[in-house]
């Protein structure tokens, strides 16, 4: 039964209250840390405390540092997870790696380039750091990722997105792109050579400005990908068709599930199931590499950085281009 975890070792009962909790503090309670606190529920050996006042005390009197220190060392505390807005995640996740704290946090990292380069010269080799990319922690995903080699796709087609949300300060280009791009470079496992860039504005929602924007990166070895992301949907959108040499049909992620029928090298794709939410495994993985000391796996964080990077790159061509360009249409040359 969800939520009561029973594990039977020999005569031996083990349930939730015999096991030793690694505790993790939690640092923003929106929605976002709400979903945190209900999926822990199902992680045996692990609790997460809810710390989001204390912090936000200490960021407002400027003691930001000394107090996740005094969490770290002093009150039980294993590590941390960033569930706050960019703009504010930034300054506190800094402060933790300082402390060098196991920590989760949200995507998009930061908001300017000059944030990201900062963020990646804190981060040492065995600092134990993930990224909350959805794909990721998915097991159909993982599980296609495993059994498919990455020279076996030919392109790769997104559309994620939906008509929100419009978090304060934070353009819906980096809110939405990140995940979208991350995928791409994920699987094709090589960084374009060259993408064109195009952004439609829609109507205006509730005050804030609505878009759609459109990728087409272009791979050193002739591959294309297209990927449409953006709050300018009419309802949500996440879909990834993931197409393969010598095969018609692609692979199509729909949300969390898989559709279509191929079959590549004995491999049924048409039938995968997950057993835990993303967010679960997160967690899981989370508490593992506590208790081991060991880096993320996944490399979640790395892949977070390269296509938040990719994102600033395009913003910054885009404003350089903008007094010899009348369009919106932009190809950027990285070779």
Request: glycine fraction near 6%.
């Amino acid at each position: 039964m969800r939520g009561s975890v029973v594990i039977y070792r020999g005569l031996t009962l083990i349930t939730q209250a015999m096991v030793k909790n690694i505790r993790i503090g939690l640092i923003g309670n929106g929605v976002w840390g709400r979903n945190y606190l209900d999926s822990a529920k199902n992680i045996l050996g692990m609790e997460i405390i809810d710390i989001t006042n204390e912090v936000k005390r200490s960021f407002k009197k400027g003691n930001i540092y000394r107090t996740l220190k005094d969490f770290y060392h002093d009150k039980n505390i294993s590590g941390f997870i960033l569930a706050t807005l960019p703009i504010v995640q930034t300054k506190i996740l800094y402060e933790i790696l300082s402390i060098r704290a196991p920590v989760i946090c949200e995507k998009p990292l930061c908001l300017c380039y000059e944030d990201l380069m900062c963020l990646k010269d804190k981060v040492q080799p065995n600092h134990i750091i993930f990224l909350n990319h959805f794909h990721l922690f998915l097991e159909t995903f993982s599980f296609v990722e495993k059994n498919i080699h990455d020279e076996e796709i030919s392109k790769i087609c997104i559309q994620d997105g939906n008509c929100g949300p419009f978090r304060k300060g934070t353009p819906s280009f980096l809110d939405w792109g990140v995940h979208a791009v991350g995928i791409v470079l994920r699987l094709i496992n090589k960084a374009p050579i060259k993408i064109k860039y195009n952004e439609i504005e829609q109507s205006k929602i509730v005050g804030s400005k609505s878009y759609v924007y459109s990728l087409k990166f272009r791979f050193g070895d002739g591959r294309n990908s297209t990927v449409i992301f953006g709050n300018g949907f009419s309802n949500k959108k996440r879909t990834i068709k993931v197409f393969l040499k010598n095969q018609i049909k692609p692979i199509v992620f729909l949300g969390n599930n898989v559709s279509g029928v191929v079959k590549h090298k004995y491999v049924d794709f048409a039938n995968l199931q997950n057993k835990r939410t993303p967010l679960e495994n997160l967690l899981t993985d989370f508490r593992e590499c506590i208790k081991k000391n060991k880096t993320d796996p996944k490399k979640s964080f790395s892949l977070g950085t390269r296509a938040l990077e990719t994102l600033l790159t395009i913003k910054q061509e885009q404003k350089d281009k903008k007094h010899t360009v009348s369009s919106k249409y932009i190809c950027i040359d990285l070779e």
